[in-house]
T-cell receptor, first 113, second 114 residues
Framework: SQQGEEDPQALSIQEGENATMNCSYK?????LQWYRQNSGRGLVHLIL?????REKHSGRLRVTLDTSKKSSSLLITASRAADTASYFC?????????????FGSGTQLTVLP | DAGITQSPRHKVTETGTPVTLRCHQT?????MYWYRQDPGHGLRLIHY???????DKGEVSDGYSVSRSKTEDFLLTLESATSSQTSVYFC?????????????FGPGTRLTVT
């Protein structure tokens, strides 16, 4: 089963509203990352939060991490139609020279104009 | 797409035929990855490479092999394609320095096995 699971699977909001997506995971992590995928394209890295961080901001993005609950949330404020995409969380379990991410199944966000 | 190209971008092939997908990077990054993306499964790691001739299996490696003879190229081969390997395949790269790293993805290859 997936290490990271996003919730909800799909989210539809009006332009200007905030969008919140959640990610839960099962084991200890080095960091957790969020990626965006526009339809028919590759994934694009949005933000990385380290296991010793609790909150991080980047523009209209706010990510929180609660390692005690093994969960993270991604908040997109003042959403725009261009934010319509799938959003994936990815957990880094790397140790030693191995560098691997485990991706969740994603949240499909639709922002209606 | 961060200096990563994939070829071909689309391919239709018949069951039982061998297929090779190519990933090429211009970033000189040490790590390269092959994922497949299927509805409801997100991205699943097939194989990855941590250097020339250094590769390892991922979560869904059965039926796939890889080779990396040059830093810039990572090849994924389906030895005998099956309909269950119909998917979108993504290549990704990452740097080797620093404790925390992100991955950069190519545009994907849509493979249909009939």
């Amino acid at each position: 089963s997936q290490q990271g699971e996003e919730d909800p699977q799909a989210l539809s909001i009006q332009e200007g509203e905030n969008a919140t997506m959640n990610c839960s995971y099962k084991t200890s992590i080095n960091n957790l990352q969020w990626y965006r995928q526009n339809s028919g394209r590759g994934l694009v890295h949005l933000i990385l939060i380290r296991s010793n961080e609790r909150e991080k901001h980047s523009g209209r993005l706010r990510v929180t991490l609660d390692t005690s609950k093994k969960s993270s949330s991604l908040l997109i404020t003042a959403s725009r139609a261009a934010d319509t995409a799938s959003y994936f969380c990815a957990t880094d379990l790397s140790s030693g020279s191995a560098r691997q991410l485990t991706f969740g199944s994603g949240t499909q966000l639709t922002v209606l104009p | 797409d961060a200096g990563i190209t994939q070829s071909p971008r689309h391919k239709v092939t018949e069951t039982g035929t061998p297929v090779t997908l190519r990933c090429h990077q211009t970033e000189n990054h040490r790590y390269m990855y092959w994922y497949r993306q299927d509805p409801g499964h997100g991205l699943r790691l097939i194989h990855y490479s941590y250097g020339v001739k250094d590769t390892d299996k991922g979560e869904v490696s059965d039926g796939y092999s890889v080779s990396r003879s040059k830093t810039e190229d990572f090849l994924l081969t389906l030895e005998s394609a099956t309909s269950s390997q119909t998917s979108v395949y993504f290549c990704a790269i990452s740097e080797s320095t620093g404790q925390h790293y992100e991955q950069y993805f190519g545009p994907g290859t849509r493979l249909t096995v009939t």
